[in-house]
């Protein structure tokens, strides 16, 4: 079960490979219906799984109000707001952790702008690890209270995002922390692409003619191309959809690049959108995004900030779901992507909501748990304190 047969390389990202001729989806659906179900498709081994919460099986929701509004009977939203902290970074925090308590890491670490940071803090003392965050000085307050709520460190890099996640790389080099970067660790590519099988499954075992998501580092789209093709070269779909990724107009390198153009001023402002979790400057996997938008016949768009709050209620209001304005970056890009042509109003398509505004709750957080780092020296000194 789980084992990897090999890797391929897809623009710079590693795709790990099975043994697809045995990977067999029955029709029954399990009790509780996890992302776990696809474990074959998984770097997990034999022996049950010691992740100890549910992640994944999030619904796929038919949304009666949006298909009137946007004269689309074929829409869906896939709902990753079910996820114990309200966002789709839930899947690849399980598989790393997962994998770590399998080798008997106890630390892990990554680098966030937000959601993945307060998924690692959360999935850390549920398992039982110390998580070391590396965020930017400028991270929301609400999102820093969670990690240090639950337990987490929170280091603030000055430098911004990008330094934050070399620091939190060279951290787990050189301290053998487990590595839960987006895009630096293959893992999370993995976790990911569970998304692509329940939207299979959910839509009776049939493939979507094109998915709308959010895009910031990169991996989300690129998982979902992934479990898609995994699922033909599986034999049980003839196809993979078409990919649509969504940016912030005031941070849209993507978007620029796919259309071969420079940012012009102001389209490189992380701090300058709304949409701080897909507000990234320089995309982790960036190149990978690009070529499977390319391959599949895809496309990139960028939105207003306007368009993005407009989502956010337009989703409650519509569809009963709640969103972040990254979160609802799907619905935000769907009006761009039909005026585009990068989809029709007659097509099944699905918009991935990736995420929900969550906030600390009265419990005050532990005290010491957030400090200015700039170098690893300052990593070891504050952490020294713990001791």
Known sequence: MGSVTGSVDVAGCQWMQYDYGSAVMTTDRPEPFTMWRYRDLMPVHDGPVLYPVPVGGTPLLPVPGLRRESRMPELWIKDETRNPTASNKDRATALVI??????????????????????????????GMRAVIFVSADCGREKVALMAQAGAWVLQVRQGYAAAVDLSLAASRTFGWLDRNTGANPVTIEAKKTVAFEVWEQLGRRVPDVMVVPVG????????????AELVDCGLAARRPRLVGVQAEHCQPLVRA???????????????????????????????????????????????????????????????????PAGAAGLAGLEAALGCGLLRHSETAVLLVTGREVKAAAAPAQHGRVAPVESLDDVERVLAAES
Not at 104 to 123: D, Q, R, W, Y
Not at 217 to 227: E, F, N
């Open 98 to 127: 997962e994998d770590g308590m399998r080798r008997g890491v106890s630390t892990i670490t990554t680098a966030s702008t937000g959601n993945a940071a307060v998924s690692t803090a959360f999935g850390a003392a549920a398992a």
């Open 217 to 228: 580092d990169g991996p989300t789209l690129v998982a979902l191309d992934k479990g898609f």
């Open 258 to 324: 796919w259309q071969g153009e420079q940012p012009a001023q102001g389209e490189l402002d992380p701090a300058a959108t709304v949409a701080d979790g897909i507000a990234v400057v320089r995309p982790a996997i960036g190149d990978a995004v690009l070529d499977v938008v390319r391959r599949c016949g895809g496309g990139l768009v960028a939105v207003s900030d306007h368009a993005l709050l407009r989502a956010v209620g337009t989703l409650a209001s519509r569809a009963g779901v709640g969103a972040e």
